[in-house]
C-alpha cells in the first residue's frame, strides 16, 4: 500500500482507504499501465475498424457509381419506370389490406399473415381477425383485377391456389 496526495485537501492517504480521513473526500483510484495499455489498445481497435467501414463504404459508393455511369439512358428510364410500378403496386396492396382491416369485427385485432400478387394483377390476402364470438380466426380473401372482393373458397382457389406471385408481406408493416 502507497500513500498518495488527497485531491481535496493535499493530505497524505493510504490506496486503500475509501475516503480521505482528514476531509471525507473519496480517493481517486489510479489506472495501471495495463489498464491504460488496453484503453489504448481498444482505442486503436474501435479507431481502425471505424476506418475500414467507411473505406469499404466509399468503395461501394464508387463501384456503384460506376454501375450507374455506364448505365444507358433507356435502362435508366426503364428502372425509374419499374420503381414507380413497385410502389403503386406496393399502395394498391396496402390500401386493400386497409379495407379488409376496417371491416374487421375489431379492427386493432388484424393481423395481415400474407399478400401475394398474382401474375394476372388480382391480390391474395391472409389474414387473422376476431369474429363475433371473439374468437381469432383466420381469413382469406382476393381482390381481383377489376378490383372486385371476394372471400368464396372457388374464387381463391381460381386465382390464388396453387399459383405462385410476387410477395408483398411486408406490406403489414405499412398498416
Not at 14 to 19: F, L, M, N, P, V
Not at 52 to 57: E, F, P, Y
Not at 61 to 85: F, G, N, R, Y
Not at 147 to 171: I, L, M, P, V
Request: hydrophobic share 40%.
Amino acid at each position: 500500500m502507497a500513500l498518495v496526495k488527497c485531491h481535496e485537501c493535499g493530505n497524505q492517504v493510504s490506496t486503500a482507504a475509501k475516503a480521505c480521513p482528514q476531509c471525507g473526500a473519496k480517493i481517486k483510484k489510479r489506472h495501471s499501465k495495463a489498464q491504460w495499455l488496453f484503453i489504448g489498445l481498444a482505442t486503436v481497435g474501435i479507431v481502425s475498424c471505424i476506418a475500414n467501414t467507411q473505406d469499404a463504404a466509399d468503395k461501394r459508393a464508387t463501384k456503384l457509381a460506376a454501375v450507374e455511369a455506364e448505365k444507358s439512358p433507356e435502362q435508366k428510364i426503364a428502372e425509374a419506370a419499374e420503381k414507380v410500378k413497385k410502389e403503386a403496386e406496393f399502395q394498391r396492396i396496402v390500401a386493400g389490406a386497409k379495407v379488409i382491416k376496417q371491416g374487421a369485427k375489431n379492427p386493432n385485432s388484424f393481423s395481415l399473415n400474407s399478400a401475394v400478387l398474382m401474375a394476372d394483377g388480382s391480390i391474395c390476402y391472409e389474414y387473422r381477425a376476431t369474429n363475433s364470438f371473439n374468437a381469432v380466426v383466420p381469413g382469406k380473401l382476393v381482390i381481383t383485377q377489376n378490383n372486385k372482393a371476394t372471400q368464396e373458397g372457388r374464387d381463391w382457389n381460381k386465382f390464388c391456389g396453387g399459383k405462385t406471385g410476387t410477395d408483398y408481406s411486408h406490406a403489414r408493416q405499412a398498416l
